[in-house]
């Protein structure tokens, strides 16, 4: 079994729920309480550089059916460039998807990729 977040019902819904903007509101509150369910979100953005910095993290549209969930969501990133004065920002736009389990929602663990170097393409 392929290692994963368990993340349970809310106490006030259940897990056939359909209201997206009230499971939105669940989803958001545990990002925002940096809570195990950022470890099944992809936040390695690329071309991000080293200086890059997350910003806000939102969840913005949850779908679910009778076995699976389907969260999107945006990853907002900045960049402070001292020398030259500049302050940049990207938008990055993912999803993840989990399967319902007795009493909660199964999220596979985000593998993050090897970091690579120059040196290495040579």
């Not at 989990?98 to 040579?122: K, M």
Request: with cysteine; glycine share 2%; proline share 5%.
């Amino acid at each position: 079994m392929n290692p994963s977040v368990r993340i349970p019902f809310p106490m006030a819904l259940n897990h056939s729920t359909q209201n997206s903007t009230l499971l939105a509101e669940y989803f958001q509150e545990l990002c925002d309480r940096r809570s195990e369910f950022l470890q099944a979100l992809d936040l390695e953005c690329q071309p991000a550089s080293r200086i890059s910095r997350l910003k806000s993290l939102s969840v913005t549209n949850v779908l679910v059916s009778e076995r699976q969930i389907s969260i999107q969501y945006q990853v907002d990133l900045s960049e402070f460039q001292a020398c030259a004065g500049i302050t940049s920002h990207s938008v990055f736009h993912r999803s993840v998807s989990g399967v319902t389990a007795e009493s909660s929602w199964l999220f596979p663990l985000t593998q993050d990729l090897p970091r690579r170097d120059t040196v290495e393409e040579f």
